[in-house]
C-alpha cells in the first residue's frame, strides 16, 4: 500500500498570502493518479485537483497542483477567507489511499 | 444536477447490523464507480472500498475486506455499505463518492456523508 505524507500538518497563514502544501508518496506515482481535495467543518470533501495538476470543473485558478513520482505539491496563490479548510491529497493505485491531510488556518 | 443522497445519521448499540445508502441521480449510474470513505471524528479520510453498479464489481481496500460490505441495486441507482456486528470503532462519518476512473482518477461527486453512532 501506498502511504502518502503530507506537511506541514498545520500552516498558518494570512488572507492573501501563498500557501504551498507537499504530499509524499512512499513510492511513485504516477501522475495520472494524484488529486487533492478541500475540506471545510461539517461538509464533504470537495475535488481541487486531479491527475496531479489539472483544476477540477469551477476550482478558482489561484489553486494550481504540480509534482510527479513521489513528490507532490499544491500551490494557493493568494489565500482567500473561504480556503481556510483541510486539504488532502489521495492516490489511485491498486489501492487508494489518503494523506493525513494539511490545516490550512488563519494566523 | 449530477448528486449523491445519502442515508440519515443512525445510533446503535455494539454487535447489531446496519446498511446505509447512497442514491445517484443526473447521470448514469451504472457507468461509474461509487466508493465508500470514512472519516473518524477528528481525523482524516479513509478509502474504504469501491463498487461498480454496472457489473457490481467490487474491491475492498485490505483494511476495510471482511470488515464492511458494499454492494448496490443499479435498479433503483443507489449503492450501500453495511455491517453485520458494529463495534464502537466504527462510529464515523461515512461519504460515498463517485469516481471517474481513467478520465479524472478521482472522486468528482460526494454525498453529503452518513453519521454512524455506535454507544451501548
Known amino acids: 500500500e501506498i502511504v502518502l505524507t503530507q506537511s506541514p500538518g498545520t500552516l498558518s497563514l494570512s488572507p492573501g498570502e501563498r500557501a504551498t502544501l507537499s504530499c509524499r508518496a512512499s513510492q511513485s506515482v504516477s501522475s495520472s493518479y494524484l488529486a487533492w481535495y478541500q475540506q471545510k467543518p461539517g461538509q464533504a470533501p470537495r475535488l481541487l485537483i486531479y491527475?496531479?495538476?489539472s483544476r477540477a470543473t469551477g476550482i478558482p485558478d489561484r489553486f494550481s497542483g504540480s509534482g510527479s513520482g513521489t513528490d507532490f505539491t499544491l500551490t494557493i496563490s493568494r489565500l482567500e477567507p473561504e480556503d481556510f479548510a483541510v486539504y488532502y491529497c489521495?492516490?489511485?493505485?491498486?489501492?487508494?489511499?489518503f494523506g493525513q491531510g494539511t490545516k490550512v488556518e488563519i494566523k | 444536477e449530477v448528486q449523491l443522497v445519502q442515508s440519515g445519521a443512525e445510533v446503535k448499540k455494539p454487535g447489531e447490523s446496519l446498511k446505509i445508502s447512497c442514491k445517484g441521480s443526473g447521470y448514469s449510474f451504472t457507468s461509474y464507480w461509487i466508493g465508500w470513505v470514512r472519516q473518524m471524528p477528528g481525523k482524516g479520510l479513509e478509502w474504504m472500498g469501491i463498487?461498480?453498479?454496472?457489473?457490481?464489481?467490487?474491491r475492498y481496500s485490505p483494511s476495510f475486506q471482511g470488515q464492511v460490505t458494499i454492494s448496490a441495486d443499479k435498479s433503483i441507482s443507489t449503492a450501500y455499505l453495511q455491517w453485520s456486528s458494529l463495534k464502537a470503532s466504527d462510529t464515523a462519518m461515512y461519504y460515498c463518492?463517485?469516481?471517474?476512473?481513467?478520465?479524472?482518477?478521482?472522486?468528482?461527486?460526494w454525498g453529503q456523508g452518513t453519521m454512524v453512532t455506535v454507544s451501548s
Open positions: 491527475g496531479a495538476s
Open positions: 463518492a463517485r469516481f471517474i476512473a481513467a478520465a479524472t482518477n478521482a472522486f468528482d461527486i
Open positions: 489521495q492516490q489511485y493505485g491498486s489501492s487508494p489511499t
Open positions: 463498487i461498480y453498479p454496472g457489473d457490481s464489481d467490487t
